[in-house]
């Protein structure tokens, strides 16, 4: 998706050249934050950058009223390579 490709390559340009989505680890999920009625619900994205099998990221976008939420998209974890932060 070019959403998430451009969050990728923006947190870090101009060293990520491309970016790879994992759909097979994309779902939709609940989450919580420590609070009896938890954090509600988001979809999260995985995936590596530059074609780098020990590249990862994690996009992360709050579900609203049962949509998507473009506007909330935002990386969760950093973004790593080697198990260690990218920058």
């Given at each position: 998706d070019d959403s998430v490709e451009k969050i990728i390559k923006r947190k870090v340009e101009p060293s990520i050249e491309s970016v790879q989505i994992?759909?097979?680890?994309t779902k939709w999920e609940k989450v919580g934050n420590g609070t009896p009625q938890g954090g509600g619900e988001v979809v999260?994205?995985?995936?590596?950058f530059n074609n780098l099998k020990d590249s990862d990221w994690n996009v992360i976008i709050e579900i609203k009223d049962g949509?998507?939420?473009?506007?909330?998209?935002a990386i969760s974890n950093g973004i790593r390579l080697g198990g260690k932060l990218f920058e």
């Open positions: 994992d759909w097979n680890e999260s994205i995985f995936g590596e949509k998507v939420d473009l506007e909330s998209m």
